[in-house]
């Protein structure tokens, strides 16, 4: 929608697939240990432990983006917005439900409610004599990790006692207990700068941070 003096709006419903982190089930395989995490989310098949990747994840509710933008001559500056779902298998709580028999992630143990994750970005772009560009953007969410950074997962192992872990995930939960969502921010700036017939130079970056405390643990995991 143009309001007209270069003010623009837009609302969409998007496909989640390149946007969504894992949920993560704190009883599935190598939450704390060495080998990448399993992810345990809505779409998990009964009787599948930990069996979600997510790839499986498939489609019920679009992600809900909204964006305000003002461009002018001097360069733009904008607002957008983001809303997803964020949902988790079964439990699992082996042995606990009648009619689960020795699988996990049974129906029979219900499952946690699902809950809807946000994101806000902030953005801007200024000209500068010469031909020079300097722009920024701050990027903070809960629960919508794909919406504040392109990083997803590493694992530093040293040994038994000693090893270092980032997951960028969307939520986590544990038995009986709701998803919790994680937090994440980020900010990266760029300049660039014309040399004329000599070319282009560029230079970009900025920190990035994910946090999240699983439930029914006490794991803290930071991510830079």
Excluded at 35 to 41: K, M, T
Excluded at 70 to 92: H, L, M, R
Aim: overall charge neutral.
């Amino acid at each position: 929608m143009q309001f007209g003096n270069g003010v623009s709006y837009s609302v969409s419903l998007e496909d989640p697939a390149t946007r969504k982190g894992a949920v993560m089930d704190n009883q599935c395989g190598n939450f704390i240990g060495n080998g990448a995490p399993a992810q345990d989310n809505a779409f998990a098949g009964n009787g599948v432990p930990c069996g979600a990747p997510a790839g499986h994840f498939g489609f019920r509710v679009p992600d809900i983006i909204t964006n305000l933008r003002v461009d002018q001559a001097w360069g733009y500056v904008g607002v957008s917005t983001a809303i997803k779902e964020v949902s988790g298998a079964y439990y699992n709580q082996l042995g606990v439900n009648a009619g689960c028999g020795v699988n996990v992630n049974c129906v029979n143990s219900g499952h946690p409610a699902d809950k809807f994750g946000w994101a806000v970005s902030a953005f801007g772009l200024l000209n500068l004599q010469g031909g020079d560009i300097v722009g920024v953007n701050f990027s903070m969410g809960r629960g919508a990790v794909g919406y504040t950074t392109n990083s997803s997962w590493w694992q530093y192992y040293e040994n038994s006692n000693s090893r270092a872990m980032g997951w960028a995930a969307d939520g986590i939960y544990g038995p009986g207990t709701d998803v919790e969502l994680t937090e994440s921010w980020s900010i990266v700036a760029g300049y660039q700068h014309i040399w004329g017939a000599a070319g282009t130079w560029v230079a970009s970056g900025g920190p990035r941070c994910t946090v999240a405390t699983p439930t029914s643990a006490t794991t803290t995991k930071r991510q830079r």
